[in-house]
Nanobody
């Protein structure tokens, strides 16, 4: 049974930082590209970042470029999202997701991700 378990969310002031973690089990972690999505109240779920199976390549949505970093530790079956210079508009539930197809032009499509975590809330106060 595949499980993705996020942690690290919380409440932080604008300009602060949070580091999210997603621990995976029940799958061969190195065979999956991993991504972070988020869903803010009243908004559609959106991609935040994706990292390839080896960790050699990453992609980010424009609004987080230069502030967020996705990375992974395949020995620990964990993917991380380091979030710096947080803004109130970053407030959302953050989900990690796994795909076993190559990262492509559809990297932002949630339907291409086979497994999802339950999410962790990140709240940024102004």
């Amino acid at each position: 049974q595949v499980q993705l378990l996020e942690s690290g969310g919380g409440l932080v002031q604008a300009g602060g930082s949070l580091k999210l973690s997603c621990a995976a089990s029940g799958l061969t972690f190195g065979n999956y590209a991993m991504a972070w999505f988020r869903k803010a109240p009243g908004k559609e779920r959106e991609i935040v970042a994706v990292i390839t199976r080896s960790g050699g390549n990453t992609l980010y949505t424009d609004s987080v470029k230069g502030r967020f970093t996705i990375y992974r530790d395949n020995a620990e079956n964990t993917v991380y999202l380091q979030m710096n210079s947080l803004k109130p508009e970053d407030t959302a539930v953050y989900y990690c997701a796994a795909r076993n197809s190559p990262v492509s032009s559809r990297w932002y499509q949630s339907s291409d991700y086979a497994y999802w975590g339950q999410g962790t809330q990140a709240t940024v106060s102004s």
